[in-house]
Nanobody
Framework: QVQLVESGGGLVQAGGSLSLSCTAS????????LGWFRQAPGKEREFVSA????????YYSDFVKGRFTISRDNAKNTVYLHMNSLKPEDTAVYYC???????????????????WGQGTQVTVPS
């Protein structure tokens, strides 16, 4: 069982930046596509961004495009989400997730993912 662990959440002022990390213990993530989702109170979990196993393909939701950047370092077994120009509406619990794939395909639906982390809170006060 792949266990994903997120870190880097916190409180940041509007317009600020924050970087999230996600790593796996005991497993290599190089054979997995990885994604970030978020869930705000009272709302459904929504897709944020994803990256294929090699890092060559990425995909972003419209509401983060141009502000967030996803990347991965397979040597460090880590995926990152760099968030800039944060807004109060970015406040949510951010989840890292993985799906087993060695293709260029980038999954964007929660049901496509096999493994999930516990989440890390990001708060941007209004």
């Amino acid at each position: 069982q792949v266990q994903l662990v997120e870190s880097g959440g916190g409180l940041v002022q509007a317009g600020g930046s924050l970087s999230l990390s996600c790593t796996a213990s005991g497993y290599t993530l190089s054979g997995y596509g990885l994604g970030w989702f978020r869930q705000a109170p009272g709302k459904e979990r929504e897709f944020v961004s994803a990256i294929n196993w090699s890092g060559q393909k990425t995909y972003y939701s419209d509401f983060v495009k141009g502000r967030f950047t996803i990347s991965r370092d397979n040597a460090k077994n880590t995926v990152y989400l760099h968030m800039n120009s944060l807004k109060p509406e970015d406040t949510a619990v951010y989840y890292c997730a993985g799906y087993k794939s060695l293709s260029a395909y980038v999954a964007i639906l929660p049901r496509e993912y096999d493994y999930w982390g516990q989440g890390t809170q990001v708060t941007v006060p209004s």
